[in-house]
């Protein structure tokens, strides 16, 4: 333990989204970083030409997935997410669950296997959970960037499926996936101590200690992260009742 706790100790304090904010100063603590400023503006760019003349929905979702990613990326929850694990569990909420199906809805990825994205989002999910790996996205930016879109890609694929397969296996493949968040919520909740080092320091500053900050990070996958999906999941059900009925 002691070997650990000097290791967390000569972790570096400014990963990607920059040093960890305080209650004080965190409202401030906007991304400034140039290539992703151009990226979203050429991202903006390109979707309003692309989406022109397009239906209203394609566009809301256009608009809405650029909010999202504002929200994750450049605005102070990125920032956020350095200080609390729990924030980077809102984080990934944030891409999973509003940012990859809003990019479905605009930009659908067709003919790829839902069961194959989910399978890859499920490998990406858990992997961002395991603490080795996430300390190398926390110490190097290519790494973070490849985490990102390891979570991206594959639920924006398994989004275009799932609004578009009306079969019963995406579903399946989405109840699957709530009741892995379920799962990983309630280790993060019942753990006997806290994964992630890189919190130790950090969460204190507001006011909990890196087991509370891990609790609360699973409480929030736990119980608001799987609401959204389990209700998509009651809907899309539904979808294939009348569509039975119909038949």
């Not at 030409?49 to 394609?58: D, F, I, N, S």
């Not at 994750?72 to 694990?85: E, G, K, N, Y």
């Not at 809003?102 to 999910?125: D, N």
Request: charged share 10%; glycine share 8%.
């Amino acid at each position: 333990m002691r070997c650990r706790c000097m290791i967390a100790v000569t972790l570096p304090d400014t990963p990607y989204c920059g040093p960890p904010p305080t209650p004080m100063d965190w409202l401030g603590s906007w991304n400034n970083d140039p290539f992703l400023l151009g990226a979203f503006l050429a991202f903006g760019a390109c979707g309003v030409l692309v989406l022109r003349g397009a239906e209203k929905t394609r566009q809301a979702g256009f608009g809405v997935a650029a909010f999202a990613a504002t929200l994750a990326f450049i605005s102070p929850l990125c920032a956020l997410s350095v200080a609390l694990f729990a924030a980077r569990t809102v984080h990934h909420l944030v891409v999973i669950g509003v940012l990859a199906p809003a990019l479905a809805i605009a930009f659908p990825l067709r003919r790829l296997p839902a069961m194959l994205a989910l399978l890859a989002l499920s490998g990406a999910l858990w992997a961002w959970h395991i603490p080795q790996v996430y300390s190398a996205a926390w110490e190097d930016a290519t790494v973070y960037w490849a985490m990102q879109v390891a979570l991206i890609l594959p639920a924006w694929a398994f989004f275009s499926a799932l609004f578009q397969d009306r079969s019963p296996a995406p579903v399946l493949g989405l109840m699957t996936l709530v009741a892995q968040m379920g799962l990983l919520g309630a280790l993060l909740t019942f753990a006997p101590g806290p994964f992630y080092l890189e919190h130790l320091a950090h969460a204190p500053v507001w006011g909990l200690s890196a087991a509370q900050d891990q609790q609360l990070a699973g409480l929030i996958m736990w119980i608001p992260g799987m609401i959204p999906a389990a209700v998509l999941a009651g809907f899309l059900a539904w979808r294939l009742l009348r569509q039975d009925q119909r038949a």
